[in-house]
């Protein structure tokens, strides 16, 4: 995936810290609506806005990289990390499908509504 040298935060209130305190289900509810929008955007080809949903999620699941301290976690999103751009960016080597990925999210975005908000 090709990256300017420059790096634009989109997310700069999150990045500053924000990030850190909300639940995992919720960052990772938070992603799958950037990859959500990314898929939506590709199924009405409108490729650059694609494109930048994509580049939102990553930065989203960069910063959560960043913030975990657990193996088990960093490998999960690592992956995760690894998928994304092999389907919007690559060969879709893995046989990524669109299915798959709002399959995944939507079940963080269950958590998130229910589960997190009565635990935080």
């Known amino acids: 995936m090709p990256m300017d040298k420059q790096v634009n935060i989109q997310h700069k209130n999150l990045a500053a810290g924000r990030w850190k305190e909300i639940s995992l289900c919720e960052q990772m509810a938070n ?5 959500s929008r ?6 009405k080809g409108r490729e650059e806005m694609s494109k930048k949903a994509v580049l939102r999620a990553l930065e989203l ?8 301290k657990k193996i ?10 690894e998928a994304i751009v092999d389907y919007f960016y690559s060969s879709n080597e893995f046989s ?12 963080f975005n269950y958590a ?9």
């Open 72 to 81: 088990s976690r960093l490998k999960e999103m690592a992956r995760l990390r």
């Open 96 to 107: 990524s499908l669109e299915k798959l990925f709002r399959g995944y999210f939507d079940h």
């Open 31 to 35: 992603i799958g609506s950037e990859i």
């Open 61 to 68: 699941l960069d910063l959560s990289l960043d913030s975990s």
């Open 38 to 43: 990314a898929l939506n955007w590709q199924n």
């Open 112 to 120: 998130a509504r229910h589960s997190c908000r009565r635990l935080g």
